[in-house]
């Protein structure tokens, strides 16, 4: 027994000789050839031994072959009881099986993609949908009916007949509408947290872009409000030179292309013309004859002019 492995309960001693018994039943269950050295020896209870062999099958590195022996009490003779291929501590093994809806990734949706979404998702509460309207015989509901109606007619000259089957105005559909809740889920309280934090992440306060900013989104003409509770806190960005083009940005987001942080140079502009009146320049009026060329004025002949 080489390299043998106990626990603190010692194994008993007729089934932890039985290593031969063991490694036939081990090389019965393997392929042949792949039953290696005998690498340790457990006690699993009362009279009950596993012997663990190297397994030598290439895709199987750091596994072992585990075969279970035992005996009955005060019987000299040990039997199988089983044989099993386990990982070692060494054992290379697949990576935790995970369910395909936490395996998913921000990005991993491509076109065509459905992503179902769970009826349990916390990020989400059933929106305004009609079902709990207030009843036509409710009191309520019977003023507000002739309110509107009288407020209908004042206002618009179509006929009924005419008019999108909208909710009527002042009714709880319309103002649910108006909040946008009128769908069969809305965001939760959950949901608004968890998207307010990640955009707080990616374009927050805190990111590298913002701290060297010299000033913040908040007083940016680039800004775009968003509606909502998250238009407290967040916008969008609408300069295409920003990397936060098209982003929702945190009030306290910025960066170097804020609309009013830096004023733009002006041109520079060139210094005037400087008149030198001490100094006549000559202009004669006929070429010389040799060259054709304006001759060369000497400064006797630019004192006399000047003099002249
Ligand atoms: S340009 Fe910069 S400062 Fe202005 S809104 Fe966009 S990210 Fe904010």
């Keep these: ?33 792949v039953v290696g050295e005998h690498v340790g020896v457990v006690s699993d209870g009362d009279r009950v031994v596993t012997h663990f062999f190297e397994c030598k099958e290439l895709g199987y590195r750091g596994w ?13 003779t040990v039997t199988l009881d089983e044989v ?19 395996r998913l990734r921000p990005g991993d949706m491509g076109p065509g993609d459905l992503l179902p979404t769970d009826a349990e998702d916390l990020r989400l509460e059933p929106g305004f949908t009609g079902e709990d309207a207030l009843p036509p015989n409710s009191a309520l509901s019977h003023e507000m009916a002739e309110l509107v109606e009288a407020e209908d007619a004042e206002v618009t000259e179509e006929p ?23 769908r069969a889920r809305v965001l939760s309280r ?83 013309p400087v008149i030198d009146e001490t100094r006549v320049d000559p202009f004669p009026l006929r070429p010389s004859a040799d060259s054709g060329s304006v001759p060369a004025t000497t400064d006797e002949e630019s004192a006399e002019l000047g003099h002249s």
């Design 160 to 182: 009924p007949a005419r008019l999108p089957s909208a909710p009527a105005r002042g009714s709880i559909p319309a103002v649910a509408e108006e909040l946008g809740m009128r």
């Design 64 to 76: 072992r072959w585990a075969a279970t022996v035992a005996r009955a009490s005060r019987a000299k």
């Design 190 to 272: 959950y949901g608004l947290h968890a998207a307010a934090d990640r955009w707080e992440e990616a374009y927050g306060s805190k990111t590298p872009m913002a701290q060297a900013a010299p000033a913040s989104c908040v007083s940016c003409g680039f800004l775009t409000p968003i509606g909502g509770s998250l238009g407290q806190a967040f916008g969008v960005c609408a300069n295409e030179f920003s990397p936060a083009d098209g982003r929702v940005v945190s009030l306290a987001y910025g960066c170097g292309g804020h609309s009013e942080a830096a004023v733009m140079p002006k041109p520079p502009r060139p210094a005037p």
């Design 84 to 102: 099993v291929l386990l990982p070692g501590p060494d054992a290379v093994l697949a990576p935790e099986w995970v369910p395909w809806s936490e």
């Design 1 to 33: 027994m080489s390299a043998a492995t106990t626990r603190s309960r010692i194994p008993d001693r007729l089934c932890a000789e039985a290593v031969d018994l063991a490694r036939a039943a081990a090389e019965e269950a393997a392929a042949p050839g």
